[in-house]
């Protein structure tokens, strides 16, 4: 069974730069996809950014130009980088893995979930 733990929300003025990280329990296979999700007060959960084993990386459109997702796979952890966060980037930040291969899994496909962290960006 798969645990993910997310870590490094919190509160933060906008434009200061955040990471978040999610650390996978040991021995989970490097070769998971992990996305990134993110959900508001009254929207459901958004695509925020993907990672195949690989390391090929893909972005949903909130992210693009403004947030990274990398992975250390000796470390079981997946990062993501928020540079330039907005208050509307306030969200729970939800990482998820599986083990197929792929930049297009719905976010009903994802077997493995952490808890989310909190991210809350003042104007």
């Known amino acids: 069974q798969v645990q993910l733990v997310e870590s490094g929300g919190g509160l933060v003025q906008g434009g200061e730069s955040l990471r978040l990280s999610c650390t996978a329990s040991?021995?989970?296979?490097?070769?998971?996809?992990v996305a990134w999700f993110r959900q508001g007060p009254g929207y459901g959960r958004k695509l925020v950014a993907v990672?195949?084993?690989?390391?090929?990386?893909s972005y949903g459109d909130v992210a693009k130009g403004r947030f990274t997702v990398s992975r250390d796979n000796a470390k079981n952890t997946v990062y993501l980088q928020m540079n330039s966060p907005k208050p509307e980037d306030t969200a729970v930040y939800y990482c998820?893995?599986?083990?197929?291969?792929?930049?297009?899994?719905?976010?009903?496909?994802?077997?493995?979930w952490g808890q989310g962290a909190q991210v809350t960006v003042s104007s």
């Open positions: 998820a893995a599986d083990d197929l291969d792929s930049y297009y899994l719905s976010v009903f496909e994802y077997d493995y």
């Open positions: 040991e021995g989970t296979p490097s070769s998971y996809t």
């Open positions: 990672i195949l084993s690989s390391g090929g990386t």
